[in-house]
């Protein structure tokens, strides 16, 4: 069995946050079937409160942490793009670092979804940037990042 769990924050304020893509990728993956590979949840808390729930979670499916999928936004990666890797994470991002701590390892799969976007000449500080919401043309490519990260995930 494989948890995969999306972190973002709760609340319609943030529906549609670069910061809330892991949100948005869970509910993507359980419209289209991917719930037959994974358990797939939301983390239900703020970004940087995602360690305990992660932690609830794995306890609760008594899993450990090679069975455990953590999808979120990394400024570090193009609109566009995805990385899945063990043990990997972005140079700084609250969430993680709260699950890092939490359960003393960066041991996991970390799927991390580009939310990049920027115009180098007006780049806006990371943590502004996370907090707004994507365009109708980046949802749109948010859907097509979506369709190739659950091919990549049912192989």
């Known amino acids: 069995?494989?948890?995969?769990i999306g972190l973002g924050n709760p609340g319609k304020k943030y529906v549609l946050n670069r910061h809330n893509v892991g949100y948005m990728a869970i509910d993507w993956l359980k419209r289209n079937n991917l719930s037959s590979s994974f358990i797939l949840k939301k983390s239900g808390v703020f970004m940087n409160s995602s360690g305990t729930a992660v932690k609830k979670l794995i306890n609760y499916y008594s899993?450990?942490?090679?069975?455990?999928?953590?999808?979120?936004?990394?400024?570090?990666?193009?609109?566009?793009?995805?990385?899945?890797?063990?043990?990997?994470?972005?140079?700084?991002?609250?969430?993680?670092?709260?699950?890092?701590?939490?359960?003393?390892?960066?041991?996991?799969?970390?799927?991390?979804i580009g939310v990049d976007n920027r115009i180098p000449s007006q780049k806006v500080p990371g943590e502004d940037y996370v907090l707004s919401d994507f365009t109708n043309e980046e949802k749109l490519l948010l859907n097509k990042t979506f369709t190739n990260l659950s091919k990549e995930l049912a192989k």
Do not use: A, E
């Open 1 to 4: 069995m494989k948890l995969l």
């Open 63 to 112: 899993l450990d942490t090679n069975n455990l999928y953590v999808v979120y936004d990394d400024l570090d990666i193009p609109l566009g793009k995805f990385k899945i890797q063990k043990g990997t994470g972005p140079k700084n991002h609250k969430g993680l670092n709260s699950i890092y701590s939490t359960l003393n390892t960066k041991d996991f799969w970390h799927i991390r």
